[in-house]
């Protein structure tokens, strides 16, 4: 299984950028999915995660900021950042929960990272 991480990029502030993490190879269904982000100097945070049933649960840092989704037919999760602040600068990574079989699973899966940066 791998997951994509993509869109991320340079922006002023007050600027958004959708985040997209398209998972695929041997997938037989994905749980949770998540977006954490770690900035230099820092530990990762998580930012917001997704269940199957589409449950989101964020951080207080990106709430009313910050909209997670997901394309289960795409396989795919969304992450899109308005109103963005210096303070969100940081390298963006993407997980999920994935059940490879019937019975085996779930594992997580991590995606590589895209770089956020917010220009005050």
């Known amino acids: 299984v791998q997951l994509q991480a993509s869109g991320g990029g340079l922006v002023q502030a007050g600027g958004s950028l959708r985040l997209s993490c398209a998972a695929s190879?041997?997938?037989?269904?994905?749980?949770?999915m998540g977006w954490y982000r770690q900035a230099p100097g820092k530990q990762r945070e998580l930012v917001a995660t997704i269940s199957s049933d589409d449950s989101t649960n964020y951080a207080d840092s990106v709430k009313g900021r910050f909209t997670i989704s997901r394309d289960n037919a795409k396989n795919t999760m969304y992450l899109q950042m308005k109103s963005l602040k210096a303070e969100d600068t940081a390298v963006y990574s993407c997980s999920a929960d994935v059940k490879v079989t019937r019975l085996r699973g779930p594992y997580k899966y991590w995606g590589q990272g895209t770089q956020v940066t917010v220009s005050s």
């Open positions: 190879g041997n997938i037989f269904r994905i749980d949770d």
